[in-house]
Every structure is written in C-alpha cells, then in structure tokens.
T-cell receptor, first 110, second 116 residues
Framework: GIQVEQSPPDLILQEGANSTLRCNFSDSVNNLQWFHQNPWGQLINLFYIPSGTKQNGRLSATTVATERYSLLYISSSQTTDSGVYFCAVSSRSTASKLTFGTGTRLQVTL | DARVTQTPRHKVTEMGQEVTMRCQPILGHNTVFWYRQTMMQGLELLAYFRNRAPLDDSGMPKDRFSAEMPDATLATLKIQPSEPRDSAVYFC??????????????FGSGTRLTVV
C-alpha cells in the first residue's frame, strides 16, 4: 500500500512562531488531507489538497503531487494550535482508501 | 455544517459483552470508513464501504468484529465478544468518491470504548 511519512514527529514552539510540517508519500494520490486532532481527540479537517496551494487564515498548505510531498504552514502560532497534525492520502491503486501518517505532535507554549 | 454523527460517545463495558457502535454519514456521501485509534498503533483502517458495499475489511479481526451498512444513513461496527485490547477510540468518516476521484472525508467525533 501507499506509505506516508510525516516530519518532524514532535515540535515545540513559542506562541507567535511560524512552522512548517512535511508529508511525503510513496504513490500518486487522488486525495490528500491535513487534519488537526485537538486535545479533546476530535479530528478536524484543515485542507483537502491533492495538488496546489490553499490558505485558510494563519494556515496554508501546498502539495507538489509530481514530487510526492505536501507542506502545512502555520504562521503566528497560538496555544490553540497545539495537538497532532495528520496527513492522510489515498490513491487510485488503493481504491481511494485513506491512509494516515503517524502525525506531528505540536505544542505551542506561552 | 454537515457532520458525521457517531453514537455512543463513550462506552464502558465488561469483557465478553457485545458492543455496537453507530455512525450516521453525511447525506449524499457514498463512502464510509471505520478507523481505530490507539497510542501504540495510531489510526488503523478497520473497514471501508462504497455505496454500502464492503470494499475492504482486511484490517478488522474477523472472528469478533463485524461492520455493516443496513442503509445509506447508518453504518454499524460490532464487537462480540469484546476484550480489553479492543479499548480504543473508534472513528467513522464519510466522503464522496466518484470513479477514481475522491473529494475529501469528514470524521465523526469518535466513540471512546473501554473494555474492563
């Protein structure tokens, strides 16, 4: 099946700092999503981004499908950004089954 | 906003008991997933339905787990008999997939299962 690797595994930021999270995948994808799992365990969909660039407030994401990676940018981080960020992908070869990376655990401190 | 509804939110049960978790996908979505999340294994796919037909349940322990979609508005995941190692958070997700294309999936809030 498709392999998904995320880096870094852990990240500690001071409030106001910027960060970049990376997701590498091993096959052509027809779906790529970034999720935030908050401290209450909810999985919140941040972006549906199989290719291109999107922005939503302080968050933006870019997927370069031909090079098989995606980046999630967090600017001016806030304590509410803490949690785990997951990249999940699916491909035609896996009948659109969604495969998750192991996540990046982000802690934003005051 | 449309949402995926899962019930119950929390369940504590004794080992050996039957557990049924329910999911109401978003209206119009034709794809439903069941995932299990544990600290050790992360998010594991258990079962996957397209247009109510099971496409992949290879991640599910067949001897005790079963997943069904009796109609387009309800997906169920059943464990019988339950064991302590089944303790986890179980997520349901739904989305729209057409041909080779998919358009993003939305997750429910999960069912936190504790088997004692």
């Amino acid at each position: 099946g498709i392999q998904v690797e995320q880096s870094p595994p852990d990240l500690i930021l001071q409030e106001g700092a910027n960060s970049t999270l990376r997701c590498n995948f091993s096959d052509s994808v027809n779906n790529l999503q970034w999720f935030h799992q908050n401290p209450w365990g909810q999985l919140i969909n941040l972006f549906y981004i199989p290719s291109g660039t999107k922005q939503n407030g302080r968050l933006s994401a870019t997927t370069v499908a031909t090079e098989r990676y995606s980046l999630l940018y967090i600017s001016s981080s806030q304590t509410t950004d803490s949690g785990v960020y997951f990249c999940a992908v699916s491909s035609r070869s896996t009948a659109s089954k969604l495969t998750f990376g192991t996540g990046t655990r982000l802690q934003v401190t005051l | 906003d449309a949402r995926v509804t899962q019930t119950p939110r929390h369940k504590v049960t004794e080992m050996g008991q039957e557990v049924t978790m329910r999911c109401q996908p978003i209206l119009g979505h034709n794809t439903v997933f069941w995932y299990r999340q544990t600290m050790m294994q992360g998010l594991e796919l258990l079962a996957y339905f397209r247009n109510r037909a099971p496409l992949d349940d290879s991640g599910m322990p067949k001897d005790r787990f079963s997943a069904e979609m009796p109609d387009a508005t309800l997906a169920t995941l059943k464990i019988q008999p339950s064991e302590p190692r089944d303790s986890a958070v179980y997520f349901c997700a739904s989305g729209l997939a057409l041909g080779d294309s998919s358009y993003g999936y939305t997750f429910g809030s999960g069912t936190r299962l504790t088997v004692v």
